[in-house]
């Protein structure tokens, strides 16, 4: 019984917003790619979507600016992203070398961005264009929603050994 009344406490999340743990979580977004990656983006956008959600993309420094405009534009021109205004087209685009500190570096300004803007979310996702969903946003929501906010995922693994297998 007690577990169930721990269940819909309120709790402080780890982005300092508050949330009751019987709500669906909130999820953010960063999607990546380089030079002629702007239509995987797009098609990668679309199977995560959700209205609830957070989302920026980031076309690096090797992508034309003709490329990253064409992708603002196909936002722009999409009613429900129109409408709900949650994606977002990093303006500034950096060099980025995905072996490298700069991959870092560009997911950590993308956090700033997202925390600046929106405290209205929960848990960060990190895609690239080549990446597709194996599980629909309403099944993923679903898991996320039956998890503590203050999981970390790192620690997680460490605890129940899947990084020493």
């Not at 995560?48 to 600016?65: K, S």
Request: aromatic fraction near 8%; include cysteine; proline fraction near 5%.
């Amino acid at each position: 019984m007690l577990k169930e009344k721990e269940k819909f406490e309120e709790t402080l999340n780890s982005n300092g917003s508050s949330s009751n743990s019987s709500e669906v979580p909130r999820l953010a977004y960063l999607i990546s790619g380089t030079k002629g990656d702007s239509h995987r983006m797009m098609r990668t956008l679309q199977a995560v979507y959700h209205p609830r959600n957070q989302y920026v993309l980031h076309l690096d420094l090797e992508a034309p600016p003709k490329e990253r405009l064409e992708l603002a534009m196909s936002l722009k021109s999409d009613p429900t992203f129109r409408e709900v205004a949650n994606v977002r087209v990093m303006s500034q685009s950096n060099l980025v070398t995905y072996k490298g500190p700069t991959m870092i570096a560009c997911t950590l300004q993308v956090v700033a961005v997202l925390l600046k803007e929106s405290l209205d979310w929960d848990w960060f996702i990190n895609l690239s264009a080549s990446d597709y969903p194996l599980v629909t946003q309403d099944d993923l929501l679903y898991v996320f929603s039956n998890l503590s906010p203050n999981v970390n995922f790192i620690e997680h693994m460490k605890l129940t050994g899947m990084l020493n297998s």
